[in-house]
């Protein structure tokens, strides 16, 4: 089998320089207009889309669900063909079913292999390539499933299978190597033993009347679900053939991450005879907790813990090819919460090594290990960008395989890799990398065009990245947006309303990638200038970049804002009488400290969705642990010290036209943040306006809630909205 780095040598050589060149200073700019000018182009106008006869209409929320979704890929044992969800969406009805598509890596046109399914998802190619497996809620051979079940379908046609009927569903899975047996998460009473145990509990569920959420448990409910009651995530083998199920952890104290178990918290070995998996290692979870590994042998039941260290979190582990080494990702918590996930691996003596110590950035999960096991493949985020990388377990050094944008996921088989990725500029879409020439240039073959035509109706804002000196004189990025059919680098013209638009987390980063919620296209074409500030704080600049803010919260990002701010009011299309700021939840915590911390009239409306408005009170939500962390204090220790850093401590300052978003099914920011924040607006008069979702979590999910959310959004910046005389031309 060929590996990535044998087919690309020269190209991951010549990447290595750019990522290793990752620590130099980007480029400076005295002003905005100065760092325009000296802003590469090179995302901007690659907005490659066919030509249109009239590519004209605003591209607004009602476009925006009518673009395809596209998932992460998976391929065929031979890289010929890929498997995608792709997830359509009807306004009228409010309704999404997703289904799965086949895309030839060779060329041909990508073909619907299921149309049945209300939501067909995590498609996985056998590693015999002769079916697909995928979970499903589907009414089919006269059964509806009331929890997602696994579904068997062959690639070249056919019906699909059911092959589990579980009575507390499937959640995730993985093929074992020899194509006869599938390992999958579900969510079991752990003191029980045997399926009809299970199923009896089921049914006892199902037929009991009182609704009552009852535990002694410190991680009970996680972003927008109770975590069942009594019920924990194990691991199970199921045997195709026989449709034989197994539980690998009865009877043992193991279970799953409570939060998220995905696929990416197990794995197979190669000879398919142990499965390694992370695990909380705590008698008591809470989220917070340091994961250890552990591996259970399949054929005697027993389970051993791997790795453990109280100081480190271990998760997403990997078995090489040749199972002598499994790599994972490492987080060194005892040392510092906010430390970078890093690669690591573990050899058979028990021998662990953090790899990418002297790399300053995240690797996300899954990790791949290339086919010479040489190499692990990963994502990692990049200064706003975030690219896939092969990490050279010898030299310890990283290489570009593919640069984005915004590199979602991937697929690697038999020399094939294949991407998800998006920008700006276009939705996800699936693409074979190749390298070629001399300078064995990235060169990306699109292999399927599902959004072409209807992207191609709507003229989009040119993107574009700058660098400012932001607080203590840092180097702070900026992403401008701007309407389209306007440059900012040509003169004349009239004046642009400005949206900063602040970014959650404080985690996390806004880049050149395509928001399915908050839309910049969307927004910009609306006329507004979009600024996504990566303040301090925000991931993909390094560690120290990240825990700047660390226990003072809104002390750096503030500045970084209000510096970013007026460097784009000096511009000469900046209208200072329309200057609006919108977030979501860490975003919306920034909105509702500016509204406490700025004059009146410095912005002319805040959007406030999801935001953080009370610190103590936050402690309702299902991460009480980390904010306690990131603040520097418990509240009953120091309150001082939480209340330096709390939006609800300057409440009696509030003074700017508030829109306050908020959905019930918020467990990460309680709802009741909302509902004081807009009461104490309302209370003391300052124009304020709620939206209030019954049926939405932190994010907004649902088509019918978005166009809404999209058209109060608008609405009350308009509103608040004190146009200058003239107006710049061209949008
Ligand atoms: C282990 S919980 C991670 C919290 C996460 N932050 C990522 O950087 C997050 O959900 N942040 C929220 C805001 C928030 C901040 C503090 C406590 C709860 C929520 C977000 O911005 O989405």
Same mark, same amino acid.
């Given at each position: 089998?060929?590996a990535?780095?044998?087919?690309?040598s020269t190209?991951?050589?010549?990447?290595?320089t750019?990522?290793?060149?990752?620590t130099?200073t980007?480029?400076v700019?005295?002003?905005v207009?100065?760092?325009?000018?000296?802003?590469?182009r090179?995302?901007?106008g690659?907005?490659a889309?066919?030509k249109?006869?009239?590519?004209s209409?605003?591209?607004?929320?009602?476009a925006?669900?009518a673009l395809?979704?596209?998932g992460?890929p998976?391929?065929?044992?031979?890289?010929?063909?890929?498997v995608?969800?792709?997830?359509r969406f009807?306004m009228?009805k409010n309704h999404g079913?997703?289904s799965l598509w086949l895309l030839?890596?060779?060329?041909?046109?990508?073909r619907?292999?299921?149309?049945?399914g209300?939501? !067909?998802?995590?498609?996985?190619w056998?590693?015999?390539?002769d079916?697909i497996?995928?979970?499903a809620r589907?009414?089919q051979?006269?059964a509806?499933?009331e929890?997602p079940q696994?579904y068997?379908?062959p690639?070249?046609?056919g019906?699909a299978?059911r092959v589990t009927r579980?009575?507390f569903?499937?959640e995730?899975f993985k093929?074992f190597?020899?194509?006869?047996?599938?390992?999958?998460?579900s969510w079991v009473v752990?003191t029980?033993?045997g399926?009809?145990a299970q199923?009896?509990a089921?049914?006892?569920e199902?037929?009991r009347k009182?609704?009552?959420?009852?535990t002694?448990?410190g991680?009970?409910?996680?972003?927008?679900h109770?975590?069942?009651?009594?019920?924990?995530?194990h691991?199970?083998?199921?045997?195709?053939e026989?449709g034989?199920?197994?539980?690998?952890f009865?009877g043992?104290?193991y279970?799953?991450?409570r939060?998220e178990?995905d696929?990416?918290t197990f794995?197979?070995?190669?000879d398919?005879r142990?499965i390694v998996?992370s695990?909380?290692?705590?008698e008591k979870?809470?989220?917070e907790h340091?994961?250890?590994l552990?591996?259970?042998?399949?054929?005697?039941g027993r389970?051993q813990?791997?790795?453990?260290?109280g100081?480190?979190?271990?998760?997403a582990?990997?078995?090489s090819h040749?199972?002598?080494?499994?790599?994972f990702?490492?987080s060194?918590q005892?040392?510092?919460?906010?430390?970078p996930?890093q690669?690591a691996?573990?050899?058979t003596?028990?021998?662990?090594?953090v790899?990418s110590e002297?790399?300053d950035?995240?690797v996300?999960a899954?990790?791949?290990w290339?086919e010479?096991?040489?190499g692990v493949?990963?994502?990692a985020?990049?200064?706003?960008?975030r690219?896939?990388?092969?990490?050279d377990?010898?030299?310890?050094?990283a290489f570009?395989?593919?640069?984005?944008g915004h590199?979602?996921?991937?697929?690697l088989e038999?020399?094939?890799l294949?991407?998800?990725h998006?920008?700006?500029?276009?939705p996800?879409?699936?693409?074979?990398v190749d390298h070629?020439?001399?300078?064995?240039?990235?060169?990306?073959?699109?292999?399927?065009?599902?959004?072409?035509?209807?992207?191609?109706a709507?003229?989009?804002?040119?993107h574009e990245e700058?660098?400012?000196?932001g607080?203590?004189d840092?180097l702070?990025?900026?992403w401008l947006?701007?309407p389209?059919?306007?440059?900012?680098r040509?003169?004349?013209?009239?004046?642009?309303?400005?949206?900063q638009?602040?970014?959650?987390g404080?985690?996390t980063?806004?880049?050149?990638?395509?928001?399915?919620r908050?839309?910049?296209?969307?927004m910009a074409?609306q006329?507004?200038?979009v600024a996504?500030?990566n303040?301090?704080?925000?991931s993909?600049f390094?560690h120290?970049f990240a !825990?700047?803010?660390?226990?003072?919260?809104?002390?750096l990002?503030?500045?970084d804002?209000?510096?970013?701010?007026?460097?784009?009011?000096k511009?000469?299309?900046?209208d200072p009488?329309?200057?609006?700021?919108?977030g979501?939840?860490?975003?919306?915590?920034?909105v509702a400290?500016?509204?406490?911390?700025?004059p009146?009239?410095?912005y002319?409306?805040?959007?406030c969705?999801a935001?953080?408005?009370?610190?103590?009170?936050m402690f309702?939500n299902?991460a009480?642990h980390?904010?306690?962390?990131e603040?520097?204090?418990?509240?009953?220790d120091d309150p001082?010290?939480?209340a330096?850093q709390?939006?609800?401590?300057?409440?009696?300052?509030?003074?700017?036209?508030?829109?306050v978003?908020h959905?019930?099914?918020d467990?990460?920011?309680?709802?009741?943040q909302?509902l004081?924040?807009y009461?104490?607006?309302k209370a003391q008069?300052?124009?304020?306006?709620?939206?209030w979702f019954?049926d939405e979590?932190?994010w907004?999910?649902k088509p019918?809630?978005?166009r809404l959310w999209?058209?109060e959004?608008?609405?009350?910046?308009?509103?608040?909205?004190?146009?200058s005389?003239t107006?710049?031309k061209g949008?």
């Open positions: 089998m060929p990535v780095k044998k087919k690309h190209a991951t050589a010549k990447t290595t750019k990522a290793s060149a990752k130099a980007p480029p700019a005295k002003t207009a100065g760092a325009l000018a000296k802003t590469s090179k995302t901007t690659k907005a889309r066919p249109a006869a009239a590519a209409r605003p591209f607004d929320v009602d925006l669900w395809d979704r596209v992460a998976s391929l065929s044992p031979d890289g010929a063909q890929a995608v969800p792709v997830t009807d009228e079913s997703t030839s890596t060779l060329g041909g046109q990508p619907a292999l299921t149309h049945a209300e939501k !067909d998802g995590q498609p996985r056998s590693p015999q390539g079916r497996a995928f979970i589907r009414d051979e006269g509806k499933d929890q696994l068997v379908i690639p070249d046609g019906e299978r579980l009575p569903g499937v995730s093929w190597p020899d194509g006869k047996r599938l390992a999958f998460v752990p029980l033993k399926q009809p199923d009896r089921r049914q006892a199902k037929d009182e609704s009552a959420y009852v002694e448990e991680f009970y409910r996680f972003w927008d109770s975590l069942p009651m009594g019920r924990v995530p691991l199970h083998e199921l045997d195709l026989t034989a199920v197994r539980d690998l009865e043992t104290p279970e799953l991450s939060a178990p696929a990416d794995d197979i070995s190669p398919g142990r998996f695990f909380d290692p705590a979870k809470v989220l340091r994961n250890a552990a591996e259970v042998d399949l054929r005697s389970t813990v791997l790795l453990r260290d100081d480190w979190d271990f998760t582990p990997v078995y040749a199972g002598h080494h499994i790599a990702i490492a060194h005892g040392l510092k919460h906010t430390m996930q690669l691996v573990l050899d003596h028990g021998h662990w090594a790899l002297d790399w950035q995240e996300a899954p990790l791949r290339d010479d096991d040489l493949i990963f994502c985020e990049d200064r706003g960008r690219h896939l990388y092969r990490f377990v010898k030299t310890l050094h570009l395989l593919f640069e984005g590199a979602g996921a991937f697929a038999a020399g094939t294949v991407v998800l998006d920008s700006v500029q276009f996800p879409r699936v693409c074979v070629e020439g001399e300078a064995d240039e990235q060169v990306l073959r699109r292999i399927e065009s599902f959004n072409d035509e209807a992207l191609a709507h003229r989009f804002g040119l700058l660098w400012y000196a607080a203590q840092e702070v990025q900026m947006i701007y389209p059919g306007f440059d900012p040509k003169k004349g013209g009239g004046k642009l309303p400005l949206m638009l602040i970014h959650g404080p985690h980063a806004m880049g050149d990638s395509w928001h399915w908050w839309n910049h296209q969307a074409a006329g507004y200038v996504c500030v303040y301090h704080g925000s993909s390094g120290r !825990d700047s803010i660390t226990h003072r919260w809104a002390e990002e503030l500045q804002i209000e510096t970013a701010t007026d460097l784009l009011l511009q000469p299309w900046a009488k329309r200057v609006f700021a919108t979501g939840s860490y975003g919306g915590y920034m400290w500016m509204n406490g911390h700025l009146a009239g410095r002319q409306a805040y959007v969705h935001g953080c408005f009370d610190w103590q009170a309702a299902d009480y980390w904010h306690a962390k603040l520097g204090a418990w509240y009953w001082a010290k939480v330096s709390n939006p609800v401590s300057a409440a009696g300052h509030l003074n700017t036209p508030t829109l978003i959905g019930q099914l467990y990460r920011v309680p709802d009741a909302g004081a924040y009461n104490t607006l008069g300052v124009a304020a306006r709620l939206v019954p979590n932190h907004v999910m019918r809630n978005s999209y058209g959004f608008f609405d009350w910046l308009k509103r608040h909205d004190a146009p005389k107006r710049a949008r």
